[in-house]
């Protein structure tokens, strides 16, 4: 990084237009047909500066435009030197990689913009028929960009003009950092690099690597916050009661879309099955989980199929489901910053949200740092303990059953040499046939 490093912080500012920060009429047009009136806090402080070939690390509230901050001015660059392999995405994971990859298409719809995605669990023989037609853009996850680096013939990115890292905390970790060794040492060091995240640590040693010159530092956020709108409540409960307080909250707020974050892949599966149980449209989604499988629970809880999706932290960073009412932390994360990321899944683009943290004995460390993290307080879910434990009952023989059909049914996936999820109905729930093949129509990308 450079000796001198410019900041900018957000201040209120009078609402603008796309127009305003120099966004062409081409590109302006097509925000207006997404429904984005006017630009958000990040956009109008990054795009100008983006706009005049400056380097950026940009830190915004997770839900508040961080992908049109980069992707507008990539394409306005783009529109004015039309090239292939123009511009590389990276993201951490890869339904953020797709849905990124989506913003792009739309935004650029009016003007032929080629997408390639490249994330893992998905055949390379397509991915490099993509890459093949000389796409515009080339959103991916580290590990597969350098596969497809390393192996495809014809396909390099020596000609790259815009590096993106989003979700940047997240890439600059010891998980990716070999892989994002390897991209940066085969792609042009005269580039723009735009760095963005919700959460950003001082890692400069890593940034230096990364070859920003001259970055103007954004911060239309404090370091570590969540959005106004959304209301936050914990509630301490005891371990052996945590079940039963997530189907109370759940049964008093039933018309909302809810995301419950867990802290294991078995635990989503579990979970999904008792509340299934109990009659609640659950779903799960997990890294252990095949990609047609995790895209098939994304479209089922996109398309209203389903309204609880019970999740990692696969599902915790940049999703964008306008519909998320609210968001339960069944499990409190070990690392506060991920409490950022998963509670930013409601109250997006400024609707309301809840976020409810449900948190036992075990866990009130980890709960005491997110509240230091926040800078807050947070106030108590309102449950009376005798009316939740009038669930126990039902709840407790829910799980049971579950537990007991999860065994079955994991014994039959290893005597059959099958992926062991321990859930065997989840193809026939998930709309996917014998082979794991998705068998429901794919939603047209906007």
Request: hydrophobic share 40%; proline share 3%; net charge positive.
């Amino acid at each position: 990084m450079a000796e001198e490093e410019i900041e900018v912080m957000a201040e209120e500012v009078i609402e603008k237009s796309f127009k305003d920060l120099g966004v062409n009429e081409q590109i302006a047009e097509a925000c207006d047909n997404l429904g984005w009136k006017n630009p958000s806090k990040i956009q109008v402080e990054a795009i100008p500066v983006a706009l005049t070939g400056k380097d950026i690390i940009g830190l915004a509230q997770t839900g508040s435009g961080k992908t049109g901050a980069f992707a507008i001015p990539i394409l306005q660059s783009l529109l004015e030197a039309p090239q292939a392999f123009f511009a590389c995405v990276l993201s951490p994971t890869r339904e953020l990689a797709i849905q990124i990859a989506e913003q792009f298409e739309a935004l650029g719809s009016g003007i032929g913009v080629k997408c390639a995605v490249l994330v893992g669990g998905v055949d390379t023989v397509q991915q490099s028929i993509a890459l093949g037609k000389r796409p515009h853009i080339v959103v991916a996850t580290p590990g597969r960009l350098v596969d497809h680096l390393s192996n495809t013939k014809g396909f390099s990115l020596r000609t790259l003009k815009y590096l993106v890292l989003d979700e940047a905390d997240r890439l600059l970790n010891e998980d990716f950092e070999k892989s994002l060794d390897e991209i940066l040492n085969v792609i042009p060091r005269e580039r723009r690099t735009f760095l963005f995240s919700a959460t950003m640590t001082k890692k400069v040693k890593k940034l230096q690597r990364a070859c920003l010159k001259n970055p103007v530092k954004i911060e239309a956020a404090s370091k570590y916050s969540t959005v106004d709108t959304l209301k936050q409540q914990y509630r301490f409960v005891p371990a052996k009661h945590k079940d039963c307080y997530l189907v109370y909250i759940l049964t008093e707020m039933s018309g909302s879309t809810s995301m419950v974050f867990t802290r294991t892949c078995d635990a989503t599966t579990l979970l999904a099955h008792i509340l299934r149980n109990l009659g609640f449209r659950a779903i799960p989604i997990n890294g252990h989980m095949t990609q047609a499988k995790r895209l098939g629970a994304l479209n089922k809880f996109k398309a209203g199929e389903c309204n609880v999706l019970i999740c990692t932290d696969v599902a915790s960073r940049g999703l964008d489901i306008p519909s998320v009412d609210m968001v339960i932390n069944y499990d409190i994360p070990t690392n506060s910053k991920d409490y950022i990321h998963r509670v930013g899944r409601t109250a997006r683009a400024g609707r309301s949200g809840v976020a409810i943290s449900i948190v036992n004995q075990y866990e009130l460390e980890w709960y005491i740092q997110i509240e230091k993290l926040i800078g807050k307080k947070l106030p108590e879910y309102p449950a009376q303990e005798d009316e939740v434990l009038l669930l126990l009952e039902r709840v407790s023989e829910a799980k049971r059953i579950s537990q007991m059909k999860m065994k079955e049914s994991g014994g039959k996936k290893r005597r059959k040499g099958g992926d062991d999820d321990g859930e065997e109905d989840i193809n026939k729930y998930l709309g996917l046939n014998k082979n794991g093949k998705s068998s429901f129509k794919k939603s047209k990308r906007r």
